[in-house]
């Protein structure tokens, strides 16, 4: 039984051979073995532990097994065990009723035939864990009733117009604060008890469940020792021949759920407002950061632009002119500032990700790789790259980002090669409602501990001498994925190549 006791199975025989054969027999059942060598012996462990089956020998010195049954049926807290009896020497018809009048269920014959034993061990575990199951279920509903207050109560409208209560029960009268006998005296009574903003209509619904014999529902506020109490009343009628209508119904406290509900529907208000607020502060960054783009690629750009200028003009007119120093700080001027505008670049492409990106389209996939491919054709070629992919779908995205995706995922394959020449698979399969994608490749791989920083904005593991870049690609990916309702992760190992994974999310409709 997964997750719960395992049932004891009693074996008693006065012989230690029998007990190690039986054991043998029934060491893959699911259940605890105990072992007795007497009846005295088994009689004190059937009262000590919850046993769920008696293997009992039959021919045993002092008690035998007859009398053990016999005693067994006598006690409350054995009687109901079943006994299987296990007999070399009782064979005959007279001996085994005996053994069934004693309280035995079953017999088993030796020399015993160990399938035999175990299915019928088998059908008696599993009566027993069916029994369990059904008492731990009703322990469960008493405990659930008994922590609903409810009420019951049946009322009768005579055809005479008259009316009465028959039954009230003890919660009935608890709950609605009234006297039973009171109630029972005159039915009219019971309405004292309803919250006078509710009072009319609780008689009028009254009224028209009378008139037309349908059910009865109400759920509102009632009066009780001062407190307001929410009741919840449900009945259902019956007709009967003489023309009395009978409703037997149930009166439920729900005042509690009534408050979680309102203090849940405060809460969600108030998480409303915040969601709100939150909207309002994310539109204004949004603006920030598009106010920020606009400065970046006019005001700081100009001045970057004069710089570089300079330089390469620094360095078309007085290259090799000058000292040995003077050349390369003319170099570190020029590659500094064709970094910085690149940097400019990336952090422009990285802030438009979410406030410039094209409305989702039906994009065919494979077509976006065929353009990306054409477009890295130069570096594919140098390096002898083979690119190969897996059936692309066509799914609703932003055109120009599934670009960006590729183009950065292939570029970065093609530039982390190790010594062999690149080979790169872009995979794509559907998984319920989204897309993933894969992109694996034979290059230098990464370290466990990097794995998460590389999607980090301008988060680099070697220098711009090593391999050239911004280090920001991967994070307009993530971006990117985002935006799309997806994620992106990486499973790489130092020197064993990278596979990146994302996924995009299938909308309906869309095709694949």
Known sequence: MDGTKQPNILIVDDKPANLKALRAVLSAMDAHIIEALSGNAALGLMLEFDIALVLLDVNMPGMDGFEVARIAQTLERTKEIPILFITAAYQDTAH??????????????????????????????????????????????????????????????????????????????????????????????????VHPEELETFIRLNQEAGEKRQPFLWVGRFLVADQIRWIHIESLPRLEESGDSVWNGVVIDITERKQMEDALRRLNDELEDRVQERTTELERSNRDLQQFAYVASHDLQEPLRQVSGFAQLLARRYQGRLDEKADKYIGYMVDGTRYMQELIEALLSFSRVHTSGNTLQAVDCEQVLAQVVRNMAKSIKSTNAVITHDPLPVLQVDPFQMHQILQNLLTNAIKFRAEASPHIHVGAKQQREEWLFSVQDNGIGIEPRHQERIFTIFQRLHTRVQYPGTGIGLAICKRIVERHGGQIWVKSEAGQGSTFFFTIKHRPGQES
Request: net charge positive; aromatic share 12%.
């Open 96 to 193: 085994q009723i005996e053994g069934y009048r004693s309280g035995a269920i079953d017999y088993i014959e030796k020399p015993l035939n160990g399938e035999v034993l175990r299915a019928k061990v088998s059908l008696f575990l599993r009566l027993y864990n069916s029994r369990a199951e059904s008492d731990r279920l009703r322990k469960e509903y008493e405990e659930l009733t008994a922590r609903i207050p409810v009420g019951t109560y049946t009322f009768r409208i005579r055809a005479n117009g008259s009316m009465a209560f028959e039954y009230v029960s003890e919660p009935f009268c608890r709950l609605l604060g009234l006297d039973r006998q009171a109630v029972l005296h005159d039915a009219a009574s019971a309405f004292n008890a």
